[in-house]
């Protein structure tokens, strides 16, 4: 009869001994809390995983419904866990099943055309917007080298070298005769394969350049200023060559079936440098890496969609410019592309919210 009793007095002993040890009372907490909302947990877990490997149609209607308020019961155990201190183990358990819940029930769901068309119709017209202070001192800085290097090459073509590379010019230099220059505008088409090849070479450097100027303008701007006004001064140079020889017409029309598309996206990309280059000459209260961050986003946007735009220029210089010949047919098509571009960013995505983050 003594023993029953003498094995129930150590076993309170020993419950009255683990009691007094340390953190038990945090042991019990945690076992309670975890014993009461584990079941939520595990659902939860287990509609998350089967999303995760099948998609979201592996899930019924009744579990796409119960999903978010197991997420959000899942957020609470989560606030609740934190606020009484819960052991570590559980909280790493619940943030990351948290985290996972989220990209299921709130993340984006739209495929890759959806996703492209969005950005298109809305993004990047409303970052152009945003951004339209700087996209016009860019543009003022490359109308400024257009019009000093015509100028200047036009009285004296000795500057034409330091204004063109050799590459650049590929024979259209003050020295060419009428009969050379007009080859160089009205050149027979190609072989499709070459100019295929040619609008791919076109459109690997017009975005090079145009990464350039982004990139530079986290160095206050400056170097995307002299970038751009060496661009213009390249541009006036030849306009000065071809209406040194009467053919100004024939060169602009020659000029604006693509440069219409490929110098808009130069500027917006110079717009993006600017934009970028806002954020550190004037941070506001934000330190410089704040403000790049979040001037970023806005900057990015515009490039991205610059690449399209170069995209756009591209085709129509390695391909329509060579099968266009007729001068009238090429100002045609590069006004109309100038007018569908200025529009686009006038009117396109205009319910976006205009966030004052981004604005200048």
């Known amino acids: 009869m ?31 809390f975890r014993l009461e909302r584990e079941g939520k947990w595990r659902e939860l877990d287990a509609l998350i995983a089967r999303a995760e490997r099948h998609g979201l149609g592996s899930l019924n209607a009744d579990e796409l419904a119960r999903a978010p308020a197991l997420y959000r019961a899942c957020m609470s155990s989560l606030s609740v866990a934190r606020s009484i201190s819960l052991d570590a183990n559980l909280l790493a358990y619940l943030e990351s099943l948290c985290l996972r819940a989220y990209f299921v029930v709130y993340g984006v769901r739209a495929g890759l055309g959806q996703v492209l068309a969005r950005f ?20 003022f800085l490359l109308l400024v080298g257009v019009a000093t290097g015509w100028a200047v090459t036009a009285k004296e073509p000795a500057w034409f070298e330091a204004f063109v590379s050799s590459a650049m010019a590929q024979g259209r230099t003050p020295d060419a ?34 990464m350039l100027c982004f ?33 100004t017409t024939e060169f602009l029309a020659w000029l604006a079936i693509h440069g219409t598309t490929e110098l808009a996206a130069i500027v917006l990309c110079g717009g993006a440098g600017f934009h970028l280059a806002g954020a550190m000459i004037n941070p506001g209260r934000r330190t410089r890496l704040a403000a790049l961050r979040d001037r970023g986003r806005t900057a990015t946007t ?10 756009v220029a591209a085709l129509l210089e390695g391909l329509g410019r060579q ?11 590069g006004c109309t592309m100038l007018v569908l571009w200025l529009a686009y960013f006038a009117f396109s995505g205009r319910t976006v919210a205009m966030d004052p983050r981004h604005g200048e």
């Not at 809305?122 to 001192?137: E, G, H, K, M, Q």
């Not at 515009?302 to 995209?311: D, E, H, P, T, Y």
């Not at 099968?323 to 098509?333: E, N, V």
Request: hydrophobic letters at 45%; proline letters at 4%.
């Open 177 to 210: 005769t009428r009969e050379d220059l007009a080859e160089t505008i009205f050149d027979k088409p190609k072989a499709a394969d070459q100019l295929t090849a040619f609008a791919t070479f076109l459109f690997t450097h017009n975005a090079r350049v145009g």
């Open 215 to 247: 990139a530079l303008g986290a160095a206050f701007g400056v170097p995307v200023v002299l970038l751009l006004l060496y661009n213009g001064l390249a541009i006036g140079a030849l306009c000065a060559v071809f209406a040194g020889q009467d053919l």
């Open 323 to 333: 099968l266009i010949t007729d001068t009238t047919a090429r100002m045609a098509i």
């Open 2 to 32: 003594d023993r029953p009793v003498g094995r129930g007095r150590r076993r309170r002993r020993r419950t009255e001994d683990a009691k007094r040890r340390p953190g038990y009372g945090a042991l019990l907490k945690s076992y309670q």
């Open 120 to 139: 298109l119709r809305r993004d990047f017209p409303a970052a152009v917007r945003r951004t339209r202070w700087s996209n016009a001192l860019a543009t």
């Open 302 to 311: 515009l490039v991205i969609g610059a690449v399209f735009m170069l995209f």
